[in-house]
């Protein structure tokens, strides 16, 4: 449950056998229960134990302190007598008036002074407990009056009661509760937000349905991980429309709605309470995007900035010297309700002395935003860095509002790519053809070389990126290379500027070589430029770095590859990396670890990072709606797999975006295939087929490599084992020996022993565990050695890779049966048991029965020809296949299941017949 509005009014108190004084608020989401707090009540429940004196809770407000104390109320031992207080503010203005419930109840005059009154309230709790300890709950701890502070802190200072205090700071207590904790005597627990993994499982269990990462992105990223904005933010998307129930998965339809009542009452709520200066300072926080503390200094008095930090309301950005709101939702409501000539007033104030010039895109955009709601004009300069600060956002729409701001947009050349890009995002890519080819056909002529250069350059960035047109890319840089090397050019153009667009067009052909996955070609241009371009911007050598690690990898220097994205992340941390180049980068190295067996780090590569606060638009890369769903899929972890894609499959439906869309498809394609889904597997190819496959490499390669195993893993046999090395051959004639592994590899593990020779030449060309494991595989399939394919298995494991490691083993055994190596087979059954007992211990409540869903057709086949009584020989002749390969195909069947034998077998058999499952 999460924490209800404070009322702001009435004191309440009570014990297990009384009821509130107040009337319990009503919730949309009353029902859910306590989320992501675990260790906190672990720790509370420790620090109201035998001998401990009680904890205080300190929290921003809505962080869900108010539920814990009510999740404490219920669980709480019996054997426990809980008194209820409740500070506000109508009850500080008078003595004791937190306590007067208590002090109504005893007899005799109310006594003025502090320590009577603890008297009085000491012989009154102790006649009530009978003998049983007392638990002070006290919350709003920093809305107490003076006296009634005194009195908790005497009586838990006493022993006379344990105190669980909640409030929104230490700074904000009376000194008798902090002088508490000073001593020693109460335990301090800080209540900090959600994490997005804590609001992913609120929003699941407040909806009782799947929920898509990105709507839990969203959701999260706007309300600061606050427990009570995200629970009333769930419920305005719900009202609004955008938060959707599809195919009982709820995703995001459109833009997170910030402009609700009830959102507006909760943020107003938490601001009733701020001074007039207080306000002001977090009107002027809200509207420009942040400021330096060296400029609030001459607009703010330094007490109400330092109150706000206080409070929460403000906090530093890591990054920069700037103070800005802290949760994004409380800062979208003041700027919304702050009316146009008040805006105007601000604006002014900071208009002469605000410095833009190096401010990073997130303030100059709130600035252009805050003019141009306050009915001012824009400057050039300002309403093109903001159109170009919303496109990196993901927004066309604010784009275009800024660019509409100057009169001469169809004839600068920074306004027409950015009014382009703004359409292509919104879907128009007519309009934005239109608006390229009048400026190409005219305008563009009359450039100086370098904005001729610009445009050129980010032309052939739309064409690959948005229009996914990496032929009309490479025809416009071919024309600029052309113009590059005219000798009229050279004499009129400065070496370091001439230098600098020669370096930005290397990059540009990198990466469309990288877009088509024609890596080879781009590596000694791309070291040359991350390695020597000194002269070049950080964020052009990071790019370089991004790309020359991909290539790295996919040409099987892994060791290279990491070695540099290391590098690269380095750099990213302490540099200012636009968002969309974050993206980029995060998902060129997912290809580095991924082929470098590095599983671990490539699923961290993968997880959110919560650095896109401030995005208005659903996404800034499509892979990123698949959040951890490739990992698990690359391992095999079919189910895993399924609970992402499954959402990540809707919400890419619900937002039309097909080349993310087709990724997600081909990974639930295999991931059916696994669990023996056939039919579901089908369902994912056939939906595949009908979607337009986008050229870039990025989505094409994982498409096309899930896609084929699914195929082979649903249907073994001559032909789909000939589809993955038709693959594999591909790959190799391409360059890309790291996917070629993949194929060949795949290959192997799934019956096609033939191959393992090319496996072991192509393994000795990558570098890294992956390769190594490899190896070793083919290796021990060629000397026919169990303990090398144990071993393989093993070190596939220590990478994650659960599924390898089986595989391995399935072949050890195998091999050690072959050659009567029982003391081996032995080992290599107990491996490949316990991994399958791993792989299977994502779904642990599924039946027996209902794992014959997850058997392959040959496997079910031959399951029914065991329950009508067929010995193994019978059955290979009747499949006309060798015996060894029946009693494969049962050693896998077994663990499959979790039995041990042909009887175990048969009544599996029958009991999902008796449930109409049918063998």
């Known amino acids: 449950m999460l924490p209800t509005a404070d009322d702001g009014v009435g004191v309440r108190g009570n014990t297990r056998n009384t009821t509130s004084e107040s009337k319990p608020l009503v919730s949309d989401f009353d029902h859910v229960p306590l989320v992501g707090r675990d260790r906190i009540v672990d720790r509370i429940a420790e620090a109201v134990g035998p001998g401990a004196r009680g904890v205080l809770l300190a929290g921003d407000p809505g962080t869900g302190k108010t539920a814990l104390l009510e999740h404490l ?26 306590l007067r419930f208590l002090l109504d109840a005893a007899e005799g005059d109310e006594p003025k002074h502090p320590v009577f009154v603890f008297q009085k309230l000491s012989q009154l ?13 006290v919350d709003n701890a920093h809305l107490l009056d003076a006296q009634a502070a005194a009195v908790i802190g005497l009586l838990a200072r006493s022993g006379q009661a344990r105190l669980v205090a909640a409030c929104n700071g230490i700074s904000t207590l009376s000194g008798d509760l902090v002088g508490l904790w000073k001593d020693g005597l109460l335990d301090l627990q800080e209540i900090g937000p959600f994490t997005p993994a804590d609001a992913e499982a609120w929003i699941a269990a407040a909806l009782n349905a799947n929920v898509s990462q990105l709507a839990v992105r969203a959701l999260w990223d706007h309300s600061g991980g606050n427990p009570l904005i995200l629970r009333t933010l769930v419920a305005e998307q719900i009202r609004a429309g955008t938060l959707l129930n599809r195919d009982g998965t709820f995703v995001l339809a459109a833009a997170v709605v910030l402009d609700g009542q009830p959102l507006s009452d909760v943020v107003r709520a938490r601001l009733s309470r701020l001074s007039v200066g207080e306000r002001n300072v977090l009107e002027l926080l809200a509207l420009s995007g942040g400021l330096s503390p060296e400029m609030l200094r001459g607009v703010a008095a330094p007490g109400d900035v330092d109150s706000l930090l206080e409070r929460g309301l403000a906090d530093r950005m890591p990054t920069r010297a700037l103070i800005r709101v802290k949760n994004p939702v409380v800062a979208e409501v003041v700027r919304r309700e702050v009316p146009p000539g008040r805006s105007m007033q601000l604006q002014r104030l900071l208009d002469n002395s605000l410095d833009l010039s190096a401010a990073a895109p997130v303030r100059i955009r709130a ?6 709601n306050s ?33 001469d947009r169809r004839l600068n050349h920074r306004a027409v790519l950015g009014e382009a890009f703004a359409l292509l995002q919104l879907n128009r890519p007519a309009e934005a053809d239109e608006v390229l080819d009048a400026f190409s056909r005219g305008p563009l002529k009359l450039l100086p ?99 020359l690690s991909e290539a790295l990898a996919m040409i099987g220097r892994q060791d290279d590859a990491v070695r540099v994205a290391e590098e690269v992340t380095e750099k990213m941390s302490v540099a200012e990396v636009p968002e969309r180049l974050h993206a980029e980068l995060r998902q060129r190295f997912m290809v580095v670890y991924l082929t470098a067996g590095m599983w671990s780090s490539c699923a961290e590569v993968m997880s959110y990072s919560p650095r896109l606060r401030t995005t208005p638009g659903l996404w800034l890369h499509e892979l990123d709606v698949l959040g951890s769903g490739l990992m698990p899929s690359y391992e095999g972890r079919a189910d895993h797999a399924l609970q992402v894609l499954h959402p990540a499959i809707v919400q890419l439906r619900c937002l039309g975006q097909d080349a993310a869309l087709g990724v997600a498809l081909a990974a639930a394609a295999y991931a059916h295939a696994v669990q023996g889904s056939l039919t579901a597997s089908r369902e994912c190819l056939q939906e595949l087929k009908i979607l337009p496959l986008r050229n870039a490499w990025t989505f094409r390669g994982p498409v096309e ?94 990478f994650g890779n659960e599924r390898f490691c089986r595989d391995a083993a399935l072949a050890a055994h195998d091999v050690a049966v072959r050659t009567t190596n029982r003391t081996a087979a032995r080992r290599a059954l107990n491996v490949a048991a316990e991994s399958e007992r791993k792989l299977n211990a994502e779904s642990p409540n599924l039946t027996a029965a209902g794992r014959l869903d997850c058997l392959t057709v040959r ?42 034998g042909r009887d175990s077998l048969y009544q599996v058999h029958q009991e999902a017949a008796r449930a109409g499952a049918g063998g």
């Open 73 to 98: 109320r219920r669980t709480l031992s019996h054997e426990l007598y809980l008194v209820q207080v409740r500070g506000s503010s109508i009850g500080a203005r008078t003595a004791n008036g937190a």
């Open 125 to 137: 709790l102790h006649s009530r407990s009978q003998g049983r300890p007392v638990i002070l709950l």
């Open 367 to 372: 600035y252009a935003s805050w003019k141009l």
């Open 375 to 407: 009915g001012l004009a824009l400057e050039p300069e300002l309403a093109l860095r903001a159109a170009e600060a919303a496109n990196r956002s993901g927004d066309g729409e604010s784009a275009l509002q800024f660019l509409r701001a100057l009169t």
């Open 449 to 547: 070389v370098t904005s001729m250069a610009e445009f050129l350059l980010e032309r052939a960035s739309l064409a690959c990126t948005q229009k996914d047109a990496p032929a009309e890319a490479d025809t416009h840089l071919q024309e600029l290379c052309s113009r590059l090397g005219r000798s009229e050019l050279l004499q009129s153009v400065a070496p370091e500027i001439l230098c600098s667009l020669k370096d930005r067009l290397t990059l540009a052909v990198a990466t469309v070589c990288s877009y088509q996955g024609r890596y080879t070609e781009s590596i000694p241009a791309l070291t040359s430029l991350y390695v020597n371009g000194r002269g070049a911007s950080e964020e052009l050598r990071l790019r370089a770095g991004g790309l």
């Open 705 to 798: 490599y899930f896609a084929t195993l699914a195929v082979a893993v649903a249907a073994p046999g001559p032909e789909s084992m000939a589809g993955l090395l038709r693959h594999a051959d591909q790959e190799h004639l391409d360059g890309r020996v790291s996917y070629e592994l993949f194929y060949l590899n795949a290959a192997v593990r799934l019956g096609e022993l033939a191959a393992a020779p090319r496996l072991l030449a192509v393994a000795r060309r990558c570098q890294g565990a992956f390769a190594e494991a490899s190896r070793i595989l083919a290796t021990g399939i060629m000397a026919e050695n169990p303990e090398l394919l144990l071993a393989a298995g093993e070190l596939a494991k220590d």
């Open 859 to 900: 496997e079910r086949e031959i399951v029914r020809m065991v329950a009508g009584g067929a010995s193994n020989r019978e059955i290979a002749q009747q499949l006309h296949v060798s015996v060894r390969t029946v009693e494969g195909h049962l050693y896998q069947t077994y663990m499959k299941l979790q039995i041990s």
